[in-house]
Nanobody, 119 residues
Framework: QVQLVESGGGLVQAGGSLRLSCAAS????????MGWYRQAPGKQREFVAS???????NYTESVQGRFTISRDNAKNTVYLQMNTLKPEDTAVYYC?????????????WGQGTQVTVSS
C-alpha cells in the first residue's frame, strides 16, 4: 500500500505561481510512475504531468513550458511547479502513483488539493 498526501494548493492571480507537493509513504518500489492529474468542475479528470522512476517526464500540451514535475527521492516527494497560471488551470489536482512489483501493477491516488486561479 502507498499513501499519497498532496499540499500546496490555494488561490492565486493569473500569471502567478504555485508549487504542489505529493508526499508518498508506505511500500514504495523502485519501478514507478508518479503523475499529476486535475479535474475542473463539470469535467473529467485529465492528465497533467508524469515522472518515471528512470527520470522521464511527460506533460499535457496545455501546460508545457509552464509546469515542471520533479522529485526529491530522499523525501519521497514529487512536486509540480506551476508558473504563469491561467484561470483555465483552476481544478482539483490529484497525485497518482503507479508501481509494479514484478508483473503486479498497483495504482494509488491522493485526496486532491484545490488550485484556483483568478483572472
Amino acid at each position: 500500500q502507498v499513501q499519497l498526501v498532496e499540499s500546496g494548493g490555494g488561490l492565486v492571480q493569473a500569471g502567478g505561481s504555485l508549487r504542489l507537493s505529493c508526499a508518498a509513504s508506505g511500500s514504495i518500489y523502485s519501478r514507478y510512475i508518479m503523475g499529476w492529474y486535475r479535474q475542473a468542475p463539470g469535467k473529467q479528470r485529465e492528465f497533467v504531468a508524469s515522472l518515471t522512476s528512470s527520470g522521464s517526464t511527460n506533460y499535457t500540451e496545455s501546460v508545457q513550458g509552464r509546469f515542471t514535475i520533479s522529485r526529491d527521492n530522499a523525501k519521497n516527494t514529487v512536486y509540480l511547479q506551476m508558473n504563469t497560471l491561467k484561470p483555465e488551470d483552476t481544478a482539483v489536482y490529484y497525485c497518482n502513483a503507479i508501481q509494479w512489483y514484478g508483473s503486479v501493477r498497483s495504482s494509488y491516488w491522493g485526496q486532491g488539493t484545490q488550485v484556483t486561479v483568478s483572472s
